[in-house]
């Protein structure tokens, strides 16, 4: 919202001053009082998604990319009011950080970044998770620092690594959300969605294979147990599904099967620049597919591209680029992807996935709204354990 009064950014700024002092004195709830997380009684689970943050200094740091006639008074803090007003308007279940979260080379104390950043969420008090992308560690805090940081914060519910995989999975922040049916339904103590998040890294650091990090053997052997698991689980007593509860899988940088939709057969959506995916193709897509409960992956990366499109049955999502020291276009609203998870009402189950968008304007505009799975065409067919 660059080009909304600068009273209003001054406004915010003193009360994010004030909460980020009361985030430094308020004691971190242990993991046993974290809460699980659940289908609301309207049969919906809301997710946001936030993209490419960048967060650097605060009032201080300049915006990017942005109209000369906002560009005045832009600085970090119109990425915060953005969020305050979309958390506001959207009312989520549950808050997504999908990397970037803060750009490493401006940031003079990654620590403050990190607390500023995520501060409209933690005075939510909306569960929220977050993931690192590859610009979050280049300051002086490695990413397993990064990560041990942000699992101290209040209200989230991001892991360092799973329990059982720590001695063998690469990377830190992969772990896995279980999203249970309505309260006093049927499903109340399954998982009726499953969330998997990942640490796609930041760079690579194989000889002769340039350029950006991937998802790894390790962490797909994870997710693919954990995918087995959780369908045992589903399927047996008390009260036996059939087939498979359905996914979503979240992480920063986007398979190089994104490079297959341009905004001609993109489903909704642009593309505006390219797919800055490894050099390598880790077989992370070929994985999804075959287990066949993730139903939709959501990445950032490529922060003017904000496309869905669906590839054999998985859809491949870009959230947009969200924040405001993050390169843009000019002109181009900054904005937000919600998910949404509908419950079938007489079973319990999920039956529907949607989305749409977020724009930072005037009036939050919603774009893009449209339909990723529903199980009535695509839900019979179960995974094999």
């Known amino acids: 919202m660059a080009d909304k009064t600068r009273g209003t950014t001054l406004f915010v700024f003193f009360r994010f001053s004030a909460f980020l002092l009361s985030l430094c004195l308020s004691p971190v709830p242990t993991s046993a009082h974290r ?10 689970f809301k997710i946001l998604q936030v993209a490419d943050m960048h967060f650097a200094n605060g009032a201080t740091t300049r915006c990017l990319d942005v109209l000369p006639t906002q560009k005045a008074h832009c600085s ?28 490493g080379f401006d940031v003079k104390d990654p620590v ?23 610009h979050d560690q280049e300051s002086t805090l490695t990413r397993q620092e990064l990560m041990k940081h942000i699992v101290k914060l209040p209200n989230t519910l991001s ?10 999975i690469d990377g830190f922040g992969n772990y896995n959300l279980q999203i249970r ?4 339904s049927s499903l109340q103590n399954k998982s009726v969605l499953n969330l998997y998040f990942l640490d796609s890294g930041d760079y690579s650091s194989v000889p002769y294979m340039e350029g950006y990090d991937w998802v790894k053997t390790s962490q797909q052997f994870w997710f693919e147990r954990t995918s087995k698991r959780l369908q045992r689980v589903y399927n047996a007593e008390p009260n036996p599904q059939q087939g498979t509860a359905p996914g979503l899988a979240y992480f920063h940088i986007p398979l190089p099967e994104f490079w297959s939709f341009d905004s001609k057969n993109a489903t909704k959506g642009v593309r505006q620049e390219g797919t800055y995916s490894a050099s390598t193709n880790s077989g992370f897509f070929t994985t999804l597919v075959t287990r066949g409960d993730v139903k939709s992956v959501f990445v950032g990366h490529d922060h003017v591209n904000d496309f869905c499109g669906k590839l054999k049955g998985l859809n491949l999502c870009y959230g947009g680029g969200f924040g405001y020291h ?23 189950d999920v039956k529907a996935i949607r989305t749409w968008k977020r724009l930072d304007d005037q009036h939050l505009s919603v774009i893009d709204a449209q339909v990723l799975w529903t199980s009535s065409v695509n839900g019979s067919v179960a995974s094999r354990l």
């Open 35 to 44: 809460p699980k997380l659940r289908f609301g009684l309207n049969g919906e």
């Open 76 to 103: 970090d803090l119109n990425t915060t009011v953005f969020m305050s007003r979309v958390i506001a308007a959207e009312k989520p279940d549950l808050i997504v950080f999908t990397g970037d979260n803060i750009f």
């Open 112 to 134: 403050k970044s990190m607390n500023a950043a995520f501060a409209p969420a933690i005075a939510s008090k909306i569960p929220w998770v977050a993931i690192l992308g590859n």
């Open 159 to 168: 892991q360092v690594n799973p329990p059982e995989a720590a001695h063998y």
């Open 181 to 184: 049916g309505a309260a006093e």
């Open 326 to 348: 993050a390169y843009g276009k000019a002109g181009w609203e900054r904005r937000a992807r919600v998910v949404v998870a509908e419950l079938n009402k007489k079973k319990g």
